[in-house]
């Protein structure tokens, strides 16, 4: 699932200039969910578990998701890249803590 919006996000990120303001809020708020999403799927992890800067991350998308969208087309566009680096990153080691999680 999270592969799937990780290809998404690399479309939006593709036509950026084209997205209206509900279609980036909706990226927005579903990026935040993600984030949500990944966390809980690695709590066996601790890391992932006690992560105060993610914690703080997913907790501000409420105040975000009104304000991010009005970014111009390049710092949205910029955005993008770092949430799509970021959740890859989540995706991985949560596929990698559930490997561990099978092995054991």
Request: glycine share 4%; aromatic share 6%; proline share 2%.
């Amino acid at each position: 699932m999270h592969d799937n919006f990780l290809l998404e996000l690399r479309t939006a990120r593709a036509r950026a200039v084209t997205l209206t303001l509900w279609e980036r809020r909706y990226l927005v708020r579903r990026i935040f969910e993600q984030l949500a999403e990944l966390r809980d799927a690695g709590w066996s992890n601790p890391g992932l578990r006690t992560n105060q800067h993610l914690a703080r991350l997913i907790n501000s998308g409420d105040n975000s998701v009104a304000d991010l969208p009005k970014l111009s087309d390049q710092e949205f566009c910029r955005l993008l890249g770092e949430f799509e680096l970021l959740l890859n990153t989540l995706t991985d080691i949560v596929k990698i803590d559930g490997r561990a999680v099978l092995m054991n």
